[in-house]
């Protein structure tokens, strides 16, 4: 938790100032400055930051945990509660994040972690049936929705399909599209997983998070793999929603 946002209350106004202490702390909140399943400093500590009484705080606090914006954990501390709106991703469409985002009103954005062209490793080679010497073009990054990390997604593309990795500022499948390159099937392998340190800070989630994991493989009408790529969603976030038909007596 960066104690910055706590110095930077401006705490001047009428009444009482446990109520001005409560507005900024709800504010921030609302702001996403501090995000769902951050600690706050202790009580003693924060009511030095902010220059108040710890009576103030407790005040404070108490009425936002009322409010359902803070939740006290016995022996852990106090934490925001306000866990983002829930995505319903369908299991049946090839889209992509662009899409996705744009069909819920939502603005698409990303991080980037790495993009570049690189020898592919033998497990590309494997996914993508390239030759042995093969390179391929490598895209890392985190996936936002109105600037909300919503996923890691590392991509790899055969070089000769996307030979300037660094032309992609949004969407992949967008530039592919402009290529004439037409993603007409993917393959998706969903497992459990649990997010690392590093994963988590990098979706703002705490560390250890359990998260969905989705590996694609994307085939042209020929039958070329396209793109293998994995995704780390946010399982605080995702639900995966399957259309199933009535499949007879077995
Ligand atoms: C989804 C898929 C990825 C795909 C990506 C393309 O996130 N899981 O496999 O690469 O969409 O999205 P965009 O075109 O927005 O880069």
Redesign the pocket.
């Known amino acids: 938790m960066r104690v910055q946002i706590f110095e930077d209350f401006d705490l001047s106004g009428d009444g009482p100032i446990y109520r001005r202490l409560k507005a900024r702390l709800a504010g921030a909140i609302g702001s996403g400055a501090l995000v769902h399943g951050a600690a706050l400093p202790p009580e003693r500590e924060l009511a030095q930051i902010v220059g108040v009484s710890r009576v103030t705080v407790r005040r404070a606090i108490a009425e936002l945990t009322t409010e359902g914006l803070l939740q006290r954990r016995h022996g852990a501390g106090t934490f925001v509660m306000r866990p983002p709106a829930r995505i319903e991703q369908p299991l049946q469409r090839l889209?992509?994040?662009?899409?996705?985002m744009q069909a819920r009103g939502l603005k698409?954005s990303?991080l980037w972690l790495e993009r570049g062209v690189h020898a592919a490793t033998a497990e590309e080679i494997e996914g993508l049936k390239l030759g042995e010497n093969a390179s391929v073009a490598r895209l890392s990054r985190i996936?936002l929705g109105d600037d909300l990390p919503m996923?890691i997604?590392h991509?790899t593309i055969p070089a000769d399909i996307l030979d300037r990795p660094e032309a992609?500022e949004?969407?992949?499948?967008?530039v592919l599209a402009e290529r004439g390159v037409t993603m007409v099937r993917?393959e998706e392998r969903i497992t459990a997983c649990l997010l690392s340190a590093e994963q988590a800070a990098l979706l703002t989630v705490p560390a250890g998070a359990p998260a969905l994991h989705?590996r694609?493989t994307?085939f042209d009408a020929g039958g070329r793999p396209l793109?293998m790529?994995r995704?780390y969603y946010r399982s605080d976030i995702y639900d995966l929603v399957a259309d199933l038909t009535y499949a007879g007596d077995l």
């Not at 949004?170 to 967008?174: E, K, N, R």
Request: without cysteine; aromatic residues 8%; hydrophobic residues 25%.
């Open positions: 889209t992509s994040f662009t899409q996705d698409p990303s996936r996923a997604e991509s992609v949004s969407s992949l499948y967008s993917a989705i694609r994307g793109e790529t995704t």
